[in-house]
């Protein structure tokens, strides 16, 4: 079964301070992978899309890992802001090209003066 | 438009009542989406369209939920008689071509049935 599991749960941290989520996937064909942050009240906005040739791609304060052999997927902020404060979803696409995405429950960052 | 809209914003209701949700795409976007999303949850996805057809619908949990999309555009998520379960925000996103494509939400409609 496509599954996307993230990790922690929630995360609070300084500003400041670097972070990092962890994204771990079981879909496949492996198309690309997507971190989207979602404020609360709104739609999810993409940060990053990587394919399976890429391995890091950055956003800003945001760099995106992947490591498509152990089908895990990291995401880096650096020097948080309390705008940061959001939930991050690892968002999987198999390659097919009518598979829906496959959605991770997301990780709830909180960014605290 | 600029982005992907929706309409209303939030909607309460009555159990069994009858509802639609609206969404408005970004303009010349062929594929749109409709997920629901649960409280702490991840957006689970529901129905799929490319142009006026529904290319997925697997996500539809009954017979209950029902989407049109009759102009390629917007697109109207139908629920009947519903329940307290469905209560939840539903997003919609769109992108230029297909699922591989990015896509774009909408901000959603929280769904209250009482």
């Known amino acids: 079964k496509n599954q996307v599991e993230q990790s922690p749960q929630s995360l609070i941290i300084l500003e400041g301070k670097n972070c990092t989520l962890q994204?771990?996937?079981?879909?496949?064909?492996?198309?690309?992978l997507r971190w989207y942050k979602q404020d609360t009240g709104r739609g999810p906005v993409s940060l990053t899309i990587?394919?399976?040739?890429?391995n890091t791609k950055s956003n800003g304060r945001y760099t995106a890992t992947l490591d498509a052999d152990t089908k895990q997927s990291s995401l880096h902020i650096t020097a948080s802001q309390l705008s940061d404060s959001a939930s991050y979803i690892c968002?999987?696409?198999?390659?097919?090209?009518?598979?829906?995405?496959?959605f991770g429950k997301g990780t709830r960052l909180s960014v605290i003066a | 438009g600029a982005g992907v809209s929706q309409t209303p914003s939030n909607k309460v209701t009555e159990k069994g009542k009858y509802v639609e949700l609206r969404c408005d795409p970004i303009?010349?976007?062929?594929?749109l989406y409709w997920y629901r999303q649960s409280l702490g949850q991840g957006p689970e996805f529901l129905i799929y369209f490319q142009g006026t057809g529904a290319a997925d619908d697997s996500g539809l949990p009954n017979d209950r939920f029902f989407a049109v999309r009759p102009e390629g555009s917007v697109s109207t998520l139908k629920i009947q008689r519903t329940e307290r379960g469905d209560s939840a925000v539903y997003l919609c996103?769109?992108?230029?071509?297909?699922?591989?494509?990015?896509?774009?939400f909408g901000p959603g409609t929280r769904l209250t049935v009482t």
């Open positions: 994204c771990n996937y079981t879909v496949s064909p492996f198309s690309n």
């Open positions: 990587m394919t399976f040739s890429e």
């Open positions: 968002v999987v696409s198999a390659n097919s090209g009518n598979t829906p995405l496959v």
């Open positions: 996103a769109s992108s230029l071509d297909g699922p591989l494509d990015e896509q774009y």
């Open positions: 303009s010349g976007h062929t594929a």
